[in-house]
T-cell receptor, first 108, second 113 residues
Framework: DAKTTQPPSMDCAEGRAANLPCNHS???????VYWYRQIHSQGPQYIIH???NNETNEMASLIITEDRKSSTLILPHATLRDTAVYYC?????????FGSGTKLNVKP | DGGITQSPKYLFRKEGQNVTLSCEQN?????MYWYRQDPGQGLRLIYY???????QKGDIAEGYSVSREKKESFPLTVTSAQKNPTAFYLC????????????FGPGTRLTVT
């Protein structure tokens, strides 16, 4: 099963870009990379996903390396409200493994 | 308002009792999921269902049971066989399993003493 490795925590200054890395070296060709975030004691919220191309939406950008073994979530201008746990997961038709995520601390 | 509802938000039970957690969605999604989260940990998949009257075990199904008699509903029963049932339980749904984003409910915090 493709699983993910993320740093347990990161700090970011308010207004700066937050770059959250994720390793998924065993990803298969038909598996997608999804990112979610969870603010304390709430259900996770979907952010963005991709297969092999870079993606951007109103919340974030997702950069996937050419070999698909790693990806980076970019929050272009982090705010205090972006403080949360960010999960990178790899999914196939019957695979959803969330892991422990990265706790992002956005500081004023 | 479309979304997923879980009730109740907090639930207290005595050890040895079965308890059923409710999950309802009005998003017309085919797939539904149950996760367990322990303090400071990630989410672990208990069960998921891709279609009505069908469900599969996740990574930690022992001590839990589910049913999927209606598309909108996916209740989870925590049985007395579950050794450590106190946890935060999250329900989610998606259009199809594994290919679309999951929408999560607000969760139920279960405490068993």
């Amino acid at each position: 099963d493709a699983k993910t490795t993320q740093p347990p925590s990161m700090d970011c200054a308010e207004g700066r870009a937050a770059n959250l890395p994720c390793n998924h070296s065993t990803i298969s060709g038909n598996e997608y990379v999804y990112w979610y975030r969870q603010i304390h004691s709430q259900g996770p919220q979907y952010i963005i996903h991709g297969l092999k191309n870079n993606e951007t939406n109103e919340m974030a950008s997702l950069i996937i390396t050419e070999d698909r073994k790693s990806s980076t979530l970019i929050l272009p201008h982090a705010t205090l409200r972006d403080t949360a746990v960010y999960y990178c997961i790899v999914t196939g038709p019957d695979k959803f493994y969330f892991g422990s995520g990265t706790k992002l601390n956005v500081k004023p | 308002d479309g979304g997923i509802t879980q009730s109740p938000k907090y639930l207290f039970r005595k050890e040895g009792q079965n308890v059923t957690l409710s999950c309802e969605q009005n998003l017309n999604h085919d797939a539904m999921y149950w996760y367990r989260q322990d303090p400071g940990q990630g989410l672990r998949l208990i069960y998921y269902s891709q279609i009505v009257n069908d469900f599969q075990k996740g990574d930690i199904a022992e001590g839990y049971s589910v049913s999927r008699e209606k598309k909108e509903s996916f209740p989870l029963t925590v049985t007395s066989a579950q050794k450590n049932p106190t946890a935060f339980y999250l329900c989610a749904s998606s259009r199809l399993a594994g290919r679309y984003e999951q929408y999560f409910g607000p969760g139920t915090r279960l405490t068993v003493t």
